[in-house]
């Protein structure tokens, strides 16, 4: 990629529209593989991107990541999309540099949506479900801002920006006090441990249960977050729910969180999904030794 | 508020549209003032919510916290408001337990939002400017999905929540370990400030390098983030743009940056907003000793 990209349009001024994500990824080794949805392959192999009247969707997809709502959205959605794979390192867990080529910051999810001859490469588990949806969801998974009540519209923009705001902060302190111990020299490790165990208790842990607890109130005789069906804050939330199974707080003390996310990967299209992109490992993350 | 609030509409149950926040923020006692934008006094003291046709904004604003732009947006976007003012401990940097009765996470920026009888609250900055930029703002300050480009309206939800993903993330770990040593007993501090200095510089100086210098390509030969106009991106933008006085990284190194927040900063609205609501000082959360 450029180094000195053009001021503006920085995405596609690194990667041109027409570039494909095929040419782009067939340089990035072995450890990579695609899996398409079926409608997806035949679609996009029968015409080049420019002339495709029906979107077509690239995931970056790493693994043991906030990609895998993304497919099961594109899924519910049923736009055509394919899959691209990445591992982790085993060692420090972070992405592998090939992402760095799809976005400059190597996120992973980013897509690239290509529609009637433009393409636009988007990261931000959250800017993702909403762009898609509004735009090729119809009413499906949306709460537009003009259906609905003004508390509907309200709560479903709550739900889609806390997931990734809020929600996320002391999950991600509580990943980094867990591992803060196995990473100093040994002669540290024993006041390493007094100090993460201190972190989490004092102030992570009641953060976490705060959150959780906030959820599970508003999951309450519920089956959805927002407006009575499935829409983009359930796709979102879902990885708030998935980390649970890697925080250090107590699924058990949240049943209706477990009513609501047994029902949605029992979907169908949750199920489909898995198979084009993969389950996850969240549990990697917060190995404390 | 109610331990077990009705399970649908959690906020406006725990908090009945017709009770105004003038009676519910009596009880907090004297740290707490209030100032209201001129327009707006005299027309929510005319009629009562239910009558007003015109909306109404109360903000929960806390001292130095992520509330301020909400003034700021609006005053932009010229609807009536008010603002309530929170004081953080002095000690643990927390805000007072009033703002749980405003929301159960204790979340500032809050906003209750008046219009046709109806009364939301909401929270999540993200969540907060896009509910109001497309309800109250007509094609000021938004980039709506039917007008401009695919990719301004992505550009623009990406920003929204970047703002508070990826971007403050590391700037929340800089806080939390660079304040570390602090807190700790007299005899781990050197130990706990050696941790500090090897969290700051081996994980999170490097990310938010990172950050700010994708921030900063974005922003080459730009006026705005998106669209060539002020629009919600700028005012969720402002506050990751403020935090880098606070921040380990040097702020000389992204004129861009400082650039374009000069010139926000420079906007009648931004300044008549510093007057109701007030100067945010980050630089308390980064005191290393």
């Given at each position: 990629m450029s180094e000195n990209p053009a001021?503006?349009?920085?995405?596609?001024?690194?990667?041109?529209?027409?570039?494909?994500?095929?040419?782009?990824?067939?340089q990035v080794g072995d450890h990579l593989s695609s899996s398409s949805s079926s409608a997806a392959t035949a679609a996009a192999a029968a015409q080049p991107a420019t002339a495709m009247s029906a979107p077509h969707v690239t995931v970056h997809w790493l693994e043991d990541s906030r990609a895998q709502r993304i497919v099961w959205l594109l899924q519910e959605l049923g736009i055509d999309y394919?899959?691209?794979?990445?591992?982790?390192?085993?060692?420090?867990?972070?992405?592998?540099k090939e992402l760095y080529d799809v976005h400059p910051l190597g996120?992973?999810?980013?897509?690239?949506?290509?529609?009637?001859?433009?393409?636009?490469?988007?990261?931000?588990?959250?800017?993702?479900?909403?762009?898609?949806?509004?735009?090729?969801?119809?009413?499906?998974l949306a709460v537009s801002p003009s259906s609905g009540s003004m508390q509907d519209r309200a709560d479903?923009?709550?739900?889609?920006?806390?997931?990734?705001?809020?929600?996320m902060l002391p999950n991600m302190l509580a990943m980094v006090f867990g591992r803060l111990p196995a990473q100093a020299p040994w002669?540290?490790?024993?006041?390493?441990?007094s100090v993460s165990t201190g972190a989490l208790d004092k102030m992570i842990v009641p953060r976490l249960k705060a959150q959780y607890g906030w959820i599970e109130?508003?999951?309450?005789?519920k089956d959805y977050f927002v407006a009575g069906k499935l829409t983009g804050a359930d796709i979102m939330m879902s990885f708030v729910a998935e980390i649970l199974d890697a925080s250090p707080v107590n699924k058990a003390d949240f049943p209706n969180i477990s009513r609501w996310h047994t029902a949605m990967v029992q979907r169908p299209a949750y199920k489909e999904a898995l198979e084009k992109g993969g389950e996850n490992n969240m549990g990697r993350f917060t190995q404390r030794e």
């Open positions: 001021p503006r349009r920085l995405w596609t001024a690194a990667r041109p529209p027409n570039l494909s994500s095929q040419v782009r990824l067939a394919e899959v691209k794979h990445y591992k982790r390192d085993p060692k420090t867990l972070l992405g592998p996120k992973s999810p980013t897509v690239v949506v290509r529609n009637n001859g433009e393409s636009v490469t988007l990261a931000e588990s959250g800017a993702i479900v909403e762009f898609l949806i509004e735009r090729y969801g119809a009413d499906k479903y923009l709550y739900w889609l920006h806390y997931a990734e705001g809020s929600a002669f540290l490790r024993p006041v390493l441990q109130r508003n999951l309450e005789g």
